[in-house]
């Protein structure tokens, strides 16, 4: 058995000793955030926040096992990477569109080339800090060879993309619009694909 969290969870413990306890208010007293980063890697998080949202994250798992739902659960009938290479294919269940949209409720989502990253850049999502994701997601060598103008044009075209804000179901959406996630991914490759952590002096890297 795989999934493990829930409302259940016995190692939570509910705020109810906070209060009135020695040092309640503590938390407050956070010194500010220490200026480190490009001003233009700061819309990065609002980037970060899309990718790892559930609709994007489902199909850039750490494992070679898709997830589903909101709670990363891992796909069920032990589907991966592997059942696809031996023959049980993404496509088979599946389809083109929603299943919903052939009048099939609760059937499987769908969208033109349904399927995982490849095995030899497998664009994992999941697990990363935004700093992490952010210098992945500009190497060419492990984002399939794009340079940031393609990584524009695959937000704001691709299929599986678009399908993120049209998951069919009752899927929850990403956090904000598309035109606003593709607006913020247009900035950040203006600004040379700036990423939290840069130093300020050095140039942004070399894309092919
Ligand atoms: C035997 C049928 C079957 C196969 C094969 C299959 N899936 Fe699914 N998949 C489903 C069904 C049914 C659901 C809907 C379940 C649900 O509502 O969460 C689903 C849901 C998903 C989701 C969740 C979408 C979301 O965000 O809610 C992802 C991601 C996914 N599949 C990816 C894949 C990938 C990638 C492959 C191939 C490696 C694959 N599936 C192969 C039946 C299948
Ligand atoms: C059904 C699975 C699936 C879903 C859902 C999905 N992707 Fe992908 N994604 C892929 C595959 C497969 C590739 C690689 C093939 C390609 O480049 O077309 C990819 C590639 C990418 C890339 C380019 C390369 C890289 O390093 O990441 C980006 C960016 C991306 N996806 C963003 C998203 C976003 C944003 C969402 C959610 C709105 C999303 N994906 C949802 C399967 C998916």
Do not use: Y
Not at 8 to 25: L, Y
Not at 40 to 46: I, K, L, R, V
Not at 107 to 122: I, R
């Amino acid at each position: 058995m795989l999934v493990g969290v829930g409302c259940g969870d016995p190692d939570v413990t509910w705020g109810v000793a906070a209060e009135g306890s020695p040092g309640a208010g503590e938390q407050a007293e956070v010194a500010p955030p220490a200026e480190r980063s490009l001003d233009p890697a700061d819309g990065f998080a609002t980037i970060a926040a899309v990718l790892q949202s559930p609709r994007c994250m489902n199909c850039h798992p750490a494992d070679p096992q898709p997830l589903q739902t909101d709670r990363a659960v891992p796909h069920a009938m032990n589907i991966s990477r592997l059942s696809d290479e031996s023959g049980l294919e993404c496509g088979a269940c599946h389809q083109d569109q929603n299943a919903e949209q052939v009048g099939v409720r609760g059937g499987p989502p769908g969208a033109p080339h349904w399927g995982l990253p490849p095995a030899s850049t497998p664009m994992v999502f999941q697990g990363h800090s935004p700093e992490s994701l952010c210098r992945q997601l500009r190497d060419a060598g492990r984002n399939g060879g794009k340079s940031l103008e393609d990584l524009l044009d695959h937000v704001a075209h691709d299929p599986l993309v678009l399908w993120g804000w049209a998951p069919g179901g009752d899927r929850s959406l990403p956090p904000i619009s598309h035109a606003a996630f593709v607006a913020a991914v247009g900035e950040w490759v203006r600004a040379g694909g700036a990423c939290p952590g840069d130093v300020r002096a050095s140039p942004p890297p070399d894309q092919p």
